[in-house]
């Protein structure tokens, strides 16, 4: 009976071991078979974003065994979003298509190109993967590692970060997974074609172009496009376009209500639509004072020169009074004129 128990024994534990290894084999083929569904993926998009939905997510995340054999960094976006300039959401996917752009060429024909996949979620089509991140806002990026288990402990992108675009997404996805992504390659604003057919319009048009400028009669030799270029730089500047532009602020808000605010109470913020009103105002009392010193005095009618001087008088105190008024709103300080002691 012993050698006959001994047998079993050593019949069970090959089978044991048989089984052991099929299904360690099984799960290291899974992990090939998944990462080998995301490299086809990558590679059928442009920017190798991969578009991902509900099934997919479970696919790739929540029913994948662990640790995987990636990471992935989710950009979440809305369709029905898109249209609020202040969430810049357009720019910031084109951002977030950048990076991937950089991070595949970075590491084409590497190992680590399967390390990491860049995937987009739309909320119209993904809610149910919204509610297992947790997502309640937008824009908002986050990163699975491997390790991760539940969906709501991977990390997000401080939202603060946003700003500052794709240097942003890159330092965010290098101090958490430690993989190099840049440098950054954007794709150049003129392409080479481009350059050429310009450069064939320059060589054919150049004997004409030489022909005006000997004669004095281009566009630089026009004091109208010098005085329209002057009160567009003085526009440009009293209006606080640049500060707009470096802080992108929008041209408009909305209330709860949705409807739509132009100007804004508070110092601290100046919306586009309030700077392009203020600018109009100050330009307007710039282009008065050049007719008044500039083209009134050329009249011969003293009655007309002292017409149109008080009408001039009456638009600039219109005009500055609707800048100190607004002025007084956003800040709550009072500008008001100085009386002499004695004149009260």
Request: glycine share 6%; charged share 15%.
């Amino acid at each position: 009976m012993a050698p006959r128990s001994a047998v079993l024994s050593f019949a069970v534990l090959v089978v044991l071991a048989v089984f052991v290894t099929r299904s360690g084999s099984e799960y290291a083929s899974s992990d090939d078979d998944l990462v080998a569904e995301l490299e086809e993926m990558k590679a059928k998009s442009p920017s190798g974003v991969i578009h991902l939905n509900d099934r997919l997510v479970s696919r790739f995340l929540t029913s994948a065994p662990i640790p995987r054999a990636y990471h992935i960094i989710i950009f979440f976006d809305a369709t029905s979003l898109r249209s609020k300039a202040e969430l810049h959401l357009p720019q910031l996917h084109s951002e977030f298509a950048i990076v991937s752009e950089s991070f595949t060429a970075r590491h084409r024909d590497l190992p680590s190109a399967s390390k990491l996949f860049f995937c987009e979620v739309e909320f119209g089509e993904s809610q149910f993967t919204f509610s297992n991140f947790g997502v309640n806002s937008l824009p908002h990026i986050r990163l699975v590692s491997p390790l991760t288990r539940s969906l709501r402990d991977s990390e997000a992108m401080d939202s603060s970060a946003f700003s500052l675009l794709a240097n942003a997404m890159v330092d965010f996805i290098e101090s958490k997974t430690k993989l190099a992504v840049g440098p950054i390659r954007r794709p150049p604003s003129v392409t080479s074609r481009q350059l050429v057919i310009l450069a064939l319009g320059f060589l054919v048009a150049s004997p004409f172009i030489i022909k005006k400028l000997l004669a004095g009669e281009t566009l630089l030799h026009d004091s109208r496009v010098w005085m329209a270029g002057a009160v567009f730089v003085y526009f440009f500047s009293v209006s606080g376009s640049m500060h707009n532009i470096i802080r992108n602020m929008p041209m408009m808000l909305s209330d709860r209500d949705g409807r739509p605010v132009f100007f804004y109470q508070g110092s601290g913020m100046q919306l586009g639509v309030e700077g392009l009103v203020v600018g109009f105002l100050y330009t307007l009392v710039g282009l008065v004072l050049a007719f008044v010193t500039h083209g009134l005095v050329r009249l011969r009618s003293v009655a007309a020169q002292r017409g149109i001087m008080c009408v001039a008088m009456v638009v600039v105190y219109w005009a500055v009074g609707k800048v100190i008024s607004l002025n007084n709103w956003k800040t709550g300080y009072s500008v008001h004129a100085f009386w002499p002691t004695r004149w009260k």
